[in-house]
């Protein structure tokens, strides 16, 4: 721990600020959510009287007058009593806040009310049987009673780590299994009609937008299969050339950063963007020169105006807005992450190696890179018809 610097602040090792407060003789901690000293110092006060509010409660009359044996004690060791704590340090400080309240709700709604009142060394198997089925009762689905036991096995990892219970029973028997999902690529056919479709006059709402950006974005995804937010982050810094093309991806969904070779096809896209682009900022600035500064400082506001370093000309937190305007004029029904999908499954129907595509897509297994990219029915009809006989 750091030094305590106000009495009753105290920082930890990772950085974050704790109250500090004796309640009946017992101490009391309780995260402040933040590693600034000064927000800490203000938030002080309030989360104090707010640990002394929470840890002391009067004992009703009934509860008075009941000998002592009965009394009902709020056990360190129980789940709901470590329950909070795992909330406020573990879950505040490493989900976000959707994440948070999730946790919260499954906690109270599934786990609780089925192992709260019971000392971590009596949480079995029968105990976590008794969760899957309430959850099924309430007719969740398997992947949604999957993400409860991991929330309780979670909490239970956190109190191993606290010292105050020494196994955790095992979630592999009782984890439900759920169906394994083929892969959904867009075949070639409904891809060209999307591509039509995604580059339409109407949805020009601005001379100030790009009318091609949703069929360049889609094109690029499918020759390249990043993701979503990869490719909102992608600049033209990261477009390297030498020793070999391809895009440097700064940023994954895992952390590490990776490359991702340029196909030929690809190439031709980013340099033709390149170009096309130079010229049609170059018309539109020669267009705005004309307007008035009133014009032009609207023009400056209006949503979807082209961003010069990066890849993709626009800024949005998701495709949902373009896929479904997409859909209704196609009758396709699709989203954006079947690029993803459909990159690795052309990539395996050209002849690619998957140890290769892993590396391209960032997996950290294999068998994640399976799931993703598997040869289509038409690909699979074609190799059979290549083979005369077996034996």
Same mark, same amino acid.
């Given at each position: 721990?750091?030094?305590?610097?106000?009495?009753?602040?105290?920082?930890?090792?990772?950085?974050?600020?704790?109250?500090?407060?004796?309640?009946?003789?017992?101490?009391?901690?309780?995260?402040?959510?933040?590693?600034?000293?000064?927000?800490?110092?203000?938030?002080?006060?309030?989360?104090?009287?707010?640990?002394?509010?929470?840890?002391?409660?009067?004992?009703?009359?009934?509860?008075?007058?009941?000998?002592?044996?009965?009394?009902?004690?709020?056990?360190?060791?129980?789940?709901?009593?470590?329950?909070?704590?795992?909330?406020?340090?573990?879950?505040?400080?490493?989900?976000?806040?959707?994440?948070?309240?999730?946790?919260?709700?499954?906690?109270?709604?599934?786990?609780?009310?089925?192992?709260?009142? *019971? /000392?971590?060394?009596?949480?079995?198997?029968?105990?976590?049987?008794?969760?899957? %089925?309430?959850?099924? =009762?309430? &007719? +969740?689905?398997?992947?949604?009673?999957?993400?409860?036991?991991?929330?309780?096995?979670?909490?239970?990892?956190?109190?191993?780590?606290?010292?105050?219970?020494?196994?955790?029973?095992?979630?592999?028997?009782?984890?439900?299994?759920?169906?394994?999902?083929?892969?959904?690529?867009?075949?070639?056919?409904?891809?060209?009609?999307?591509?039509?479709?995604?580059?339409?006059?109407?949805?020009?709402?601005?001379?100030?937008?790009?009318?091609?950006?949703?069929?360049?974005?889609?094109?690029?995804?499918?020759?390249?299969?990043?993701?979503?937010?990869?490719?909102?982050?992608?600049?033209?810094?990261?477009?390297?050339?030498?020793?070999?093309?391809?895009?440097?991806?700064?940023?994954?969904?895992?952390?590490?950063?990776?490359?991702?070779?340029? *196909? /030929?096809?690809?190439?031709?896209?980013?340099?033709?963007?390149?170009?096309?682009? %130079?010229?049609?900022? =170059?018309? &539109? +600035?020669?267009?705005?020169?004309?307007?008035?500064?009133?014009?032009?400082?609207?023009?400056?506001?209006?949503?979807?105006?082209?961003?010069?370093?990066?890849?993709?000309?626009?800024?949005?937190?998701?495709?949902?807005?373009?896929?479904?305007?997409?859909?209704?004029?196609?009758?396709?029904?699709?989203?954006?992450?079947?690029?993803?999908?459909?990159?690795?499954?052309?990539?395996?129907?050209?002849?690619?190696?998957?140890?290769?595509?892993?590396?391209?897509?960032?997996?950290?297994?294999?068998?994640?890179?399976?799931?993703?990219?598997?040869?289509?029915?038409?690909?699979?009809?074609?190799?059979?018809?290549?083979?005369?006989?077996?034996?």
């Amino acid at each position: 721990m750091a030094t305590v610097t106000v009495k009753g602040l105290v920082q930890r090792d990772n950085g974050f600020w704790y109250a500090r407060t004796r309640v009946n003789g017992k101490l009391h901690w309780r995260s402040l959510g933040t590693r600034d000293s000064n927000e800490a110092l203000t938030l002080f006060e309030g989360a104090k009287a707010e640990l002394k509010r929470s840890a002391f409660r009067p004992e009703s009359k009934a509860q008075r007058k009941a000998p002592a044996s009965r009394k009902r004690t709020e056990r360190v060791d129980t789940v709901r009593g470590f329950s909070g704590r795992w909330l406020d340090e573990y879950v505040a400080q490493r989900r976000r806040g959707d994440g948070r309240k999730l946790a919260e709700q499954r906690l109270n709604d599934y786990i609780l009310p089925v192992v709260g009142k *019971l /000392p971590f060394e009596e949480v079995g198997t029968p105990e976590l049987r008794a969760i899957v %089925a309430r959850g099924t =009762k309430a &007719e +969740l689905s398997p992947q949604s009673i999957r993400h409860i036991l991991s929330d309780l096995r979670c909490l239970l990892i956190y109190a191993k780590e606290c010292r105050l219970l020494t196994d955790i029973p095992s979630f592999k028997s009782v984890m439900p299994k759920i169906d394994e999902v083929l892969p959904t690529p867009l075949s070639k056919d409904d891809l060209k009609k999307i591509l039509a479709a995604a580059e339409h006059p109407e949805w020009v709402r601005s001379r100030n937008q790009v009318p091609w950006r949703y069929r360049f974005t889609i094109q690029l995804a499918v020759l390249t299969g990043l993701r979503w937010g990869e490719l909102q982050r992608l600049q033209w810094e990261d477009v390297v050339w030498v020793p070999f093309p391809h895009l440097l991806v700064k940023k994954s969904k895992s952390g590490k950063p990776r490359r991702v070779p340029l *196909l /030929p096809a690809a190439q031709d896209l980013l340099k033709g963007e390149q170009e096309r682009r %130079a010229q049609w900022w =170059k018309q &539109e +600035l020669d267009r705005r020169s004309t307007l008035t500064k009133q014009q032009q400082s609207k023009l400056a506001r209006t949503a979807g105006e082209m961003d010069e370093e990066f890849v993709v000309p626009f800024r949005a937190e998701n495709p949902c807005s373009f896929v479904d305007r997409i859909e209704a004029k196609t009758g396709i029904n699709w989203h954006f992450h079947q690029t993803r999908h459909s990159f690795a499954c052309f990539w395996l129907e050209a002849g690619g190696n998957k140890g290769t595509l892993q590396e391209i897509l960032g997996h950290s297994t294999i068998r994640l890179t399976e799931r993703y990219g598997r040869l289509g029915d038409q690909a699979v009809a074609r190799e059979a018809a290549t083979i005369t006989t077996l034996y």
